[in-house]
């Protein structure tokens, strides 16, 4: 128990905290201590990730985890082995056994806590929460091995002795289903069976779980301190996290009332009103305790709609800052509980239709008529919105650049969405553990899809944090200036529509300058016959934003590694906003990034934030390790979110 605690910690204390208390020192043109942050680039040298091709399908993969592997089985090992020529009174294979039974027991605590839902493992030990889930897997696997062949040798030594009621006594038998509860839990953790039944494998885990730790319980009956400590901060974990969930919801200002949006086929949008508490999520000890009222960017939530599902919690992003006063989720209808939600949703939108069908005539022909001159209202001022800011707010039209003002129009021609209201709890919020991002001269967010609501917070309240420090007249402990590239990958142009709740905010920093948004659009093409010339103009900047609608079209798979920009095209030039017709090439944007904070005379720093599927968030990990070895390199500070 004491090696499978120790280990994680003293990771957190040399990767997460020492990092971070070391930063918090640097002055303007450098970071201070280089020589651990010289440590720290060749321990990620060591820890790096490999692309490896197998049958067509390409795997990431880190060597560096078969060390802590062999590391574990050799204290296991000796565990197993040490002083057993002294004891003689008993067979040498049975004491093993005993052995092996105590090494499983104590596998418990770690195993629970890795999946604790405030989060408190990961925060010591600096563990993303993907690595902390692979962590309790690899464990819950080992203790089920150990188990097994504990069972085993056990079996031997006593139907060797023909002493067969051994096995017939409670105590064993109880052992023997908790074993079985343990194979059925690992069973249900392989990915193909959780994702053909999360919900199942939800509910399965919670009831083998229990059966197992009490049957543990009464089956080891010399060691029950390990199997105590283990469920009671189990229970103390769900308990804290269930009663700040209430808390949300009944200080609520709308009692957990929220609102859901259906933007498209595959997408809705939850807003849940907060009652936000002033509190100062930037500090380092926010990592270490639960959270209320308030989070940091880069947060998750566990997510319960009660009609819906009773009793599941689902976690997603929040796609909003604290100071919006609601906690927004844009989720992704996949199957079993967003499936069940959508359908939810068209049914009560179906309904409100019936209700108001039924009214009379004239209430008909006047909420006709109101809801006409809304939706007219509503629809006027977005396609409108031109002539609106030539009429009214001159000003604004001059005061943004061409490829601001272009991205402005797209995101005002998107129609309001339709708003129901429904029930919903939340438990949390949990993670972003990740360093404070003030601290570094240039930072790089990449995203796919969905992977936004995690990286455009993340990018937004660094914006603002940045602003407000310089209105401040605080340079503090950070670099004079830093420079922010926002890298989107998405399917269609009109999947900006997810985040419209954040893009108002961005326009401003877009157009000063201090951050470049770069949008890739992956699933559909520009239309190269409505441009005049060749492939290669078009990223030129004369394309107005009639045209960029006009090249949207559907075309085939040949045809996507076109580009064309309205901003930019260069990734040199951080101000602005492009859109490329490509997935992103993550080795020339993190190259250039890179470069432009190399320097042989200075120790600078660079950031790179990711949130995708696995393959997306290894070709970044790929980017940034072949960049900590170019010639004046800064740090390379890469973290990864990971869903799918």
């Known amino acids: 128990m004491a090696v499978t605690m ?63 592997w062999v590391f574990h089985l050799g204290i296991t090992g000796y565990f197993l082995i040490a002083e057993t020529s002294k004891i003689d009174y008993q067979p040498r294979f049975y004491i093993v056994s005993k052995r092996l039974g105590r090494i499983s027991i104590g596998s418990i605590l770690m195993i629970l806590l890795f999946v604790s839902k405030n ?22 696997r080992y203790m089920f091995i150990t188990a097994t062949i504990h069972m085993i040798l056990s079996l031997k030594y006593w139907l060797d002795l023909k002493f067969y009621i051994m096995i017939q006594i409670p105590p064993q038998i109880f052992g023997m289903i908790a074993y079985s509860c343990l194979g059925m839990l690992n069973l249900a953790s392989f990915k193909f069976i959780r994702n053909f039944a999360f919900d199942l494998f939800l509910v399965q885990h919670r009831i083998f779980n229990f059966i197992m730790l009490l049957l543990v319980y009464f089956h080891n009956g010399g060691n029950h301190a390990i199997v105590l400590l283990g469920v009671h901060l189990l229970v103390l974990d769900r308990i804290t996290s269930r009663v700040l969930g209430v808390l949300h919801k009944r200080r609520g200002p709308t009692k957990g009332v929220s609102e859901f949006e259906i933007l498209d086929e595959t997408t809705i949008r939850i807003s849940i009103p907060i009652k936000i508490k002033d509190s100062d999520n930037q500090e380092w000890w926010w990592c270490l305790v639960p959270r209320y009222g308030n989070w940091r960017a880069g947060q998750h939530v566990h997510l319960n709609v009660s009609k819906v599902s009773l009793f599941q919690y689902h976690p997603f992003t929040i796609a909003s800052l604290s100071d919006s006063g609601k906690i927004v989720i844009v989720m992704k209808v996949h199957k079993g509980f967003t499936r069940k939600l959508k359908k939810k949703l068209i049914t009560l939108m179906e309904k409100e239709d019936e209700e108001a069908a ?36 001159m000003a604004d039209v001059e005061v943004y650049a061409h490829p601001v003002q272009e991205f402005k129009e797209i995101i005002d021609s998107f129609e309001a969405a339709r708003i129901l209201k429904l029930k919903a709890g939340i438990n949390g919020p949990y993670g972003g553990d990740h360093q404070p991002l003030t601290r570094f001269d240039s930072v790089v967010l990449f995203s796919a899809g969905s992977g936004a609501s995690f990286t455009l917070p993340v990018a937004l309240d660094l914006l603002k944090t940045i602003k407000a420090r310089e209105e401040a007249d605080d340079y503090l402990y950070r670099p004079a200036t830093t420079s922010i590239n926002i890298v989107m990958a998405m399917k269609k142009i009109a999947n900006l529509q997810w985040y419209d709740h954040l893009w108002e905010e961005f326009l401003p920093f877009l157009n000063s300058g201090r951050a470049h948004l770069s949008l890739h659009i992956t699933q559909e093409v520009p239309d190269a016959a409505s441009v005049d010339g060749e ?46 017709y490509a997935r992103p090439d993550f080795a020339t944007i993190i190259g250039d990034a890179v470069k432009q904070v190399s320097s042989k005379d200075y120790r600078k720093s660079f950031a790179c934030l990711g949130c995708g599927p696995g393959s997306f968030n290894g070709e970044i990990k790929l980017a940034c390790q072949a960049n900590r070895w170019v010639e004046g390199a800064p740090d390379v500070y890469c973290y990864t979110e990971s869903f799918g």
């Open 6 to 68: 120790l280990l994680p910690l003293a990771h957190g204390i040399l990767f997460l905290w020492i990092p971070w208390f070391l930063r918090s020192k640097r002055d303007a043109a450098s970071l201070k201590y280089k020589p651990y942050f010289t440590f720290i680039k060749y321990f990620d040298s060591f820890t790096r990730v490999f692309r490896v091709r197998l049958l067509g399908k390409t795997f990431f993969i880190q060597p560096s985890l078969l060390v802590v």
């Open 119 to 140: 989060n408190f493992v990961s925060a010591l030990s600096g563990l993303t929460l993907d690595k902390a889930v692979f962590f309790h897997k690899w464990l819950g």
């Open 358 to 393: 039924t009214e009379s005539s004239n209430e008909i022909t006047s909420t006709h008529s109101v809801a006409t001159s809304e939706d007219n209202t509503t629809n006027s001022s977005a396609s409108e919105s031109g002539s609106l800011l030539k009429t009214k707010e």
């Open 535 to 580: 492939e290669s103009e078009l990223g030129e900047e004369k394309e107005d934003s009639a045209k960029v609608r006009q090249f949207l079209s559907r075309g085939s798979s040949s045809n996507r590694n076109q580009s064309f920009s309205t901003g930019s095209s260069s990734y040199d030039q951080i101000r602005g906003f492009s859109i490329t």
